[in-house]
């Protein structure tokens, strides 16, 4: 590690790597969304551990944040780069918020959270017509054995007749 680095580290406790959001704020806004932890982490390009370790620090990473914002309904506003001064005559240390994502990448995570939802939703109504085929397949199964019963029962009723006759 630079010398800088120990600097930062040891004098500017308050610089981090994550936003505060606060635990609490977070249930709250995922409450809302109705999402899962894994249908969230899922939209985030994370892994659900990943997402429950940020909602319960209450942390989110800066450049995850514009997503997280997003996904959860949560408006948050960038701040202008915060220029940090270094106690030495070092070269000034420059902290920025992540920027902002281009709207075209914004535009294609929010198409693939949608298309992953369909796929979801494929997957439900995939399973709903399996079982719907095998519901099918019995009811036809017990059709067939009804007609084979009832071609019995009219052969049956014809060689009677037959006899009597």
Excluded: C
Aim: no cysteine; aromatic share 2%.
């Amino acid at each position: 590690m630079s010398d800088l680095t120990l600097v930062l580290h040891e004098r500017i406790k308050g610089v981090r790597r994550g936003v505060h959001i606060g635990s609490d704020r977070l249930r709250e806004a995922q409450d809302n969304t109705g999402l899962s932890n894994e249908k969230l982490a899922r939209r985030l390009y994370v892994s659900e551990k990943t997402w429950r370790r940020w909602r319960d620090l209450g942390e989110v990473p800066r450049e995850h944040l514009p997503a997280v914002a997003r996904e959860l309904g949560l408006q948050f506003e960038p701040l202008d780069p915060v220029v940090i001064g270094v106690a030495s005559e070092s070269p000034t240390a420059v902290v920025e918020e992540a920027p902002p994502e281009s709207a075209r990448l914004e535009g294609l995570e929010h198409r693939q959270a949608q298309l992953l939802e369909m796929v979801d939703g494929l997957r439900a109504s995939q399973s709903a017509v399996i079982q719907s085929q095998s519901a099918l397949v019995h009811v036809q199964s017990a059709l067939v054995q009804a007609l084979g019963d009832l071609v019995n029962e009219l052969r049956a009723e014809r060689r009677r007749i037959g006899d009597s006759g």
